[in-house]
Nanobody, 118 residues
Framework: VQLVESGGGLVQPGGSLRLSCAAS????????MGWYRQGPGTRREMVAM???????NYAESVQGRFTISRDVAKKMVYLQMNSLKSEDTAIYYC?????????????WGQGTQVTVSE
């Protein structure tokens, strides 16, 4: 599956952004879908994922500020980010886990830059 993110940009601290990710191609069943991020000099980390099409899972650092939602029919996942902080600055990557036969295949988008700065 191909994943394309959009919605990144520059925002002031305390501001909001909404990221979108669209899946396309010959997809199996996408069971998990969500967002990771990688800041300067850091490892890629999970931000928010919708697991098994039902359960949202958030990193502790974004709990209460970010909300993940998913439109299964449109093969889209969204990340509403509120009360942004400078430490949220990172490249945000969309991730999808497909079930194809007996295997689980992981796909990543190319990433979208989010910069939180005055």
């Amino acid at each position: 599956v191909q994943l394309v993110e959009s919605g990144g940009g520059l925002v002031q601290p305390g501001g909001s952004l909404r990221l979108s990710c669209a899946a396309s191609g010959n997809t199996g069943v996408i069971v998990d879908m969500g967002w990771y991020r990688q800041g300067p000099g850091t490892r890629r980390e999970m931000v928010a994922m919708v697991l098994s099409n039902i359960t949202p899972n958030y990193a502790e650092s974004v709990q209460g500020r970010f909300t993940i939602s998913r439109d299964v029919a449109k093969k889209m996942v969204y990340l509403q980010m509120n009360s942004l902080k400078s430490e949220d600055t990172a490249i945000y990557y969309c991730k999808a886990v497909e079930r194809v036969g007996g295997a689980h295949l992981v796909s990543w988008g190319q990433g979208t830059q989010v910069t939180v700065s005055e």
